[in-house]
């Protein structure tokens, strides 16, 4: 009698020979019948190596601390639309962050809770995983107190593009909280968490502080690890941390700064974290130069009353505190926006979209779950995305397909004469000011205004949050 073989279908199949010849016509090759079936049996073998590590176990990040999932708030416990998912996730006994209640961005991964990344696409992904940030706030005896809503994969900076609705700005609900780190800015200034991890790419930390009147740092690039958190564009990737005073800004910097044993491509391996909080310990600022940046104060959106503010803040800091004052000039800061954009576009396209929010060619952690998540969701429903994604996505395909990708990397190039530019007046100065948004926290758009509104146009066109 002949035994039995239960049938199990491989995790990768040989492509049909349809399939073949429209993978061939996909790159611009053209082949006869009789070398569309040649070149489908080349496959076979390479298959199998696919087939064969799909059995092996893989590396993951570590969850250390025992948890309960958490649950969707009700819309009586989230007023401003700041939530996302509640959790109570109980760190060590004793640490830097005992007794703080701390909320990731929705782009953070935490073991067992739901994640959207603000976005239809991916609702219903659960990580297995913890980010690092999340394994470092836990050790330094934090709460993760839960997930904050963000902008719909965070490609906005005006806090209604999240796929749940607009967030409210708690100091006047009618107006933008900012984005796209829009939720971890209005429970920090509500004062429903201690603290919060937000991400920052092209202002996502900064405006939403701003537009909440709340600390946002965007740390040194790669001084925080990213690991286990949706990239977008690796060059342009940040976590950072959002609080209510510096001080706590500079303990929860404490908390997660540090390199990450290579498990994150952004990270240079000389990375040490510091005792930021010992820096604040001083009685004046005699012997810190404070550069006012002259093309910050000269952007064509500017608001003179948001200058005046500014600079008047600055003027405290030198009549009371003894900080010298002067003005500093890197010609170069108005085309950061450009720059920015066109790494952006292409960059976000190849990370985010078509990499699964992991990207390709590092040698850093791949969250294998979340890159699954990410491309079935695409190919199910990119209808659902927002328009400014859809903007984002067709343009970088456009830029990269009829143009080469050549104008990336001629940003990418250009990101290093800017960042020179500011290396040379650092040179001279301690620190350098401007407006963080140059005009006043704009109103949300009306609801039936679901595209691109005057307040998206704004940030956009504005730029001067971005820093390379």
């Known amino acids: 009698m002949a035994s039995y073989v239960p049938y199990s279908s491989p995790p990768v199949r040989l492509p049909s020979?349809?399939?073949?010849?429209?993978?061939?016509?996909?790159?611009?090759?053209?082949?006869?019948?009789?070398?569309?079936?040649?070149?489908?049996?080349?496959?076979?073998?390479?298959?199998?190596?696919?087939?064969?590590?799909?059995?092996?176990?893989?590396?993951?990040?570590?969850?250390?601390?025992?948890?309960?999932?958490?649950?969707?708030?009700?819309?009586?416990?989230?007023?401003?639309?700041?939530?996302y998912w509640k959790t109570d996730i109980k760190g060590a006994s004793e640490g830097l962050l005992q007794g703080k209640r701390i909320a990731m961005k929705d782009t953070i991964a935490v073991s067992g809770v739901p994640m959207m990344g603000g976005s239809w696409v991916m609702e219903g992904y659960v990580p297995e995983f913890d980010a690092t940030v999340v394994t470092r706030v836990l050790d330094a005896g934090g709460t993760v107190a839960g997930k904050a809503v963000c902008e719909d994969w965070c490609v906005s900076g005006v806090s209604y593009m999240a796929a749940k609705g607009p967030t409210l700005n708690p100091c006047a609900y009618t107006h933008s909280a900012g984005g796209s780190s829009s939720g971890c800015a209005v429970l920090v200034a509500k004062g429903e968490v201690d603290m919060a991890i937000g991400g920052d790419q092209g202002g996502s930390i900064r405006l939403p502080a701003s537009c909440c009147g709340i600390v946002g740092l965007k740390p040194t690039h790669g001084l925080v690890p990213y690991t286990g958190a949706q990239a977008m564009e690796p060059t342009n990737d940040h976590l950072g941390p959002m609080t209510r005073s510096v001080k706590d800004c500079a303990l929860l910097l404490e908390a997660i700064a540090g390199y990450d044993d290579g498990l994150d491509q952004r990270q240079n391996p000389t990375i040490v974290g510091e005792k930021y909080s010992d820096s604040l310990e001083c009685e004046n600022l005699k012997n810190i130069t404070i550069g006012l940046l002259e093309e910050g104060f000269m952007q064509e959106d500017k608001d003179f009353t948001v200058n005046s503010i500014v600079k008047s803040a600055v003027s405290k800091m030198s009549k009371l505190l003894?900080?010298?004052?002067?003005?500093?000039?890197?010609?170069?800061?108005?085309?950061?926006?450009?720059?920015?954009?066109?790494?952006?576009?292409?960059?976000?396209?190849?990370?985010?979209?078509?990499?699964?929010?992991?990207?390709?060619?590092?040698?850093?952690?791949?969250?294998?779950?979340?890159?699954?998540?990410?491309?079935?969701?695409?190919?199910?429903?990119?209808?659902?995305?927002?328009?400014?994604?859809?903007?984002?996505?067709?343009?970088?395909?456009?830029?990269?397909?009829?143009?080469?990708?050549?104008?990336?990397?001629?940003?990418?190039?250009?990101?290093?004469?800017?960042?020179?530019?500011?290396?040379?007046?650092?040179?001279?100065?301690?620190?350098?000011?401007?407006?963080?948004?140059?005009?006043k926290t704009p109103k949300l758009p009306a609801k039936k205004h679901i595209s691109f509104s005057s307040v998206e146009r704004g940030w956009t066109k504005s730029g001067q949050h971005i820093t390379l």
């Open 17 to 83: 020979l349809n399939k073949t010849k429209e993978l061939a016509q996909r790159i611009g090759i053209d082949l006869s019948q009789d070398e569309v079936a040649e070149y489908r049996d080349l496959m076979k073998d390479i298959i199998g190596c696919y087939n064969e590590i799909e059995k092996l176990p893989e590396i993951t990040l570590p969850v250390k601390y025992p948890r309960l999932p958490g649950y969707r708030p009700t819309a009586e416990e989230n007023l401003f639309n700041a939530w």
């Open 322 to 439: 003894l900080a010298k004052i002067v003005d500093v000039s890197v010609p170069l800061h108005n085309q950061g926006k450009n720059i920015r954009w066109c790494m952006a576009h292409q960059g976000i396209s190849d990370t985010m979209l078509r990499g699964g929010c992991v990207g390709s060619g590092h040698k850093g952690f791949y969250s294998t779950s979340m890159m699954d998540a990410v491309g079935r969701g695409l190919q199910s429903q990119p209808d659902d995305l927002s328009p400014a994604v859809k903007r984002v996505w067709m343009l970088g395909e456009y830029m990269k397909h009829e143009y080469r990708g050549r104008f990336y990397g001629k940003a990418q190039n250009l990101r290093r004469l800017l960042t020179a530019e500011y290396d040379k007046v650092f040179q001279e100065v301690d620190v350098i000011v401007m407006p963080t948004i140059p005009f």
